[in-house]
């Protein structure tokens, strides 16, 4: 996905027309906006997480996680789950968690192994977004590029009003994990309690991709977990 509709910024440097320019003065190259972004994608270091199941042993500890199969929870206090259930194909596409005020449906995707497709998914999001007339903003978050989004939005009793969201996107070894943020988190960013939960939430999780074969962007099945185990 691309952040959208600006335009390319070349700078050509003429030798005949530069000026001279005093020592401390310095020529600063502009960056495009994909430049920009791409540049936070690559500095963007998952040392605190998502991780990979190659990267941790969850037998370390006696933290008792929730297995989703592809993915590992760490369940933080008074969290409340939900399964989001293709009923269709009788499959878990993904899963929703929160804290009474605020809530994150997570989906794991099939990614390359080698490079990154996180700009090709914004741009996708970003042209969804502004299909239906809502607004994307990108900037600088917790998770390397994050989106935020404002969609015109009708209830069941035709009132009209504005849904308000934060994507997290994070690419690792073969996949890409998708966070979207909804409820007073998502209208209060700059408000650390509002999203701190969410944001440990989406940080302890484990991908356990495997290593079956899978289209980069497809959707990567969950499983309905066995709460008896840890």
């Known amino acids: 996905m691309k952040p959208t509709d600006e335009k390319t910024v070349e700078e050509t440097i003429d030798e005949e027309t530069v000026e001279e320019t005093d020592d401390d003065e310095e020529i ?38 929730i297995d989703l199969g592809a993915l590992v929870v760490t369940p933080f206090e008074e969290m409340q789950l939900q399964l989001q259930v293709d009923e269709p194909r009788q499959r878990v596409q993904s899963f929703l968690v929160g804290d009474g005020a605020s809530a994150m449906e997570v989906a794991l995707f099939a990614g390359p192994r080698r490079t990154s497709m996180l700009a090709e998914i914004r741009e996708e999001i970003a042209a969804a977004t502004e299909k239906e007339g809502g607004e994307i903003t990108l900037l600088e978050g917790p998770f390397g590029v994050e989106l935020r989004r404002q ?67 497809s959707l990567i099945p969950l499983t309905i977990p066995d709460l008896e185990q840890k």
């Not at 972004?37 to 990979?52: N, Q, T, V």
């Not at 209830?155 to 690792?172: C, F, I, K, P, Y």
Request: hydrophobic share 35%.
């Open 28 to 65: 600063v190259d502009e960056m495009t906006d994909e430049e920009k972004w791409a540049e936070i994608d690559e500095l963007f270091d998952r040392y605190e997480g998502p991780f990979d199941i190659e990267e941790v042993d969850l037998d370390e500890d006696d933290v008792q996680r």
């Open 151 to 217: 969609q015109p939005v009708t209830d069941a009793q035709g009132r009209r009003g504005t849904h308000v969201s934060r994507t997290w996107l994070v690419g690792g070894p073969g996949w890409v994990l998708r966070g979207i943020v909804f409820g007073r988190a998502a209208l209060e960013p700059e408000n650390e309690d509002a999203s701190i939960a969410l944001l440990e939430c989406f940080g302890n999780l484990v991908v356990r991709r495997g290593t079956a074969p899978a289209a980069p962007g």
